[in-house]
């Protein structure tokens, strides 16, 4: 057997004989050492022709080798063959492996994708919304401003309006605007101006008279009624009116020099000139039950709302 054959023998586990039969490597094998010993004991048979005993040995000897040979080569070829199949083996669970991972992977890369169309579906679809949405509000926005204008516009006429009406009761009443008129009068009383604002009784003398009128004077039933129901309306504490009795104490004069003779008017217990300083200028309070004892009788340097009167036009 050549180097040669066996290389080819071991490269190519599974070849094929002369008449195109497959054959393993280890019948090979034997065919060569089989080849071998043929020619052996050939080329024996034309060197025994020669016939001496050394020859013989050294035949022995080659026989022996032969057999060594061939079981060499029958163990190698076996390793051979086995090693081959593991690697075999070993290559095809790799392989299985890798398709399982692949196909796994693919699975997972379809998911994915499904998953990115569903987000890109879902995405579409907000930016539709949000679209629609920034229009809904645009035309919003239009319909408020036209409301917004025409609003603007409808208070301007209200402002008009109004100026009209209190220049027709002005014009109706014989009264500025903000007073109230009562037969021939008129009457402001301070807190519908300034609720917030109070004076003495000096001072709320002098607001009156720079309005061109004076403090309310009281001097007939319906008059008293009329103040005692609008200040009780107002709910508001006590106004100051035009009486004192600051020139002779418990002389009670209204600021038209008429004294006063009427004393139903007063609270029960007034007037009674409480405190250090006396009590010396009258006001009026609401009193719900007795509509008619509203007057009480204060120290003047005291603040609080006033009843202005002038006569009408
Ligand atoms: O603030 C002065 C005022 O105080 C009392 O009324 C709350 C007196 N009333 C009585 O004494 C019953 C008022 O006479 C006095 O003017
Ligand atoms: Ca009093």
């Given at each position: ?20 039969q ?21 080329r ?27 079981i ?16 075999l ?17 693919h699975?997972?890369?379809?998911d ?6 569903e ?10 919304n ?12 239009t ?35 903000g ?48 103040v ?30 008429v ?26 309070i ?17 603040s ?10």
């Amino acid at each position: 057997m050549s180097g040669q054959s066996c290389n080819a023998a071991m490269a190519n586990p599974q070849s094929r004989t002369e008449d195109g039969q497959k054959i393993s490597f280890i019948q090979r094998l034997s065919q060569v050492f089989l080849n071998t010993g043929v020619n052996l004991q050939f080329r024996y048979k034309q060197f025994g022709q020669g016939g001496d005993g050394s020859n013989r040995l050294v035949l022995l000897c080659l026989g022996l080798l032969n057999i060594t040979l061939l079981i060499a080569a029958v163990v190698i070829g076996i390793n051979c063959a086995k090693v081959k199949e593991g690697s075999l083996r070993v290559s095809h669970s790799a392989a299985t492996q890798l398709i399982d991972e692949l196909n796994y992977l693919h699975g997972n890369y379809s998911d994915v994708i499904k998953a990115e169309e569903e987000a890109k579906n879902a995405l579409e679809s907000v930016l539709k919304n949000h679209t629609r949405m920034k229009e809904k509000i645009e035309q919003q926005k239009t319909i408020n401003d036209n409301y917004q204008k025409q609003m603007e516009a409808l208070q301007e006429e209200s402002k008009i309006l109004l100026s009209n009406v209190s220049a027709l009761e002005e014009h109706c009443s014989g009264c500025p605007s903000g007073w109230i008129p009562l037969n021939s009068s008129c009457y402001f009383f301070s807190y519908t101006e300034s609720p917030n604002v109070e004076k003495n009784w000096e001072k709320s003398r002098e607001d009156c008279k720079s309005r061109g009128a004076d403090l309310v004077v009281i001097d007939y039933p319906e008059e008293q009624n009329f103040v005692s129901h609008t200040i009780d309306h107002m709910m508001a504490g006590g106004f100051w009116v035009g009486l004192t009795d600051m020139n002779t104490e418990g002389k009670w004069v209204w600021i038209n020099n008429v004294t006063e003779v009427e004393n139903r008017y007063w609270m029960d217990g007034e007037p009674n000139d409480v405190g250090y300083h006396g009590e010396d200028c009258a006001m009026v309070i609401a009193s719900r039950m007795t509509p008619w004892k509203t007057r009480n009788d204060a120290n003047c340097r005291h603040s609080m709302k006033w009843i202005c009167e002038m006569t009408s036009r």
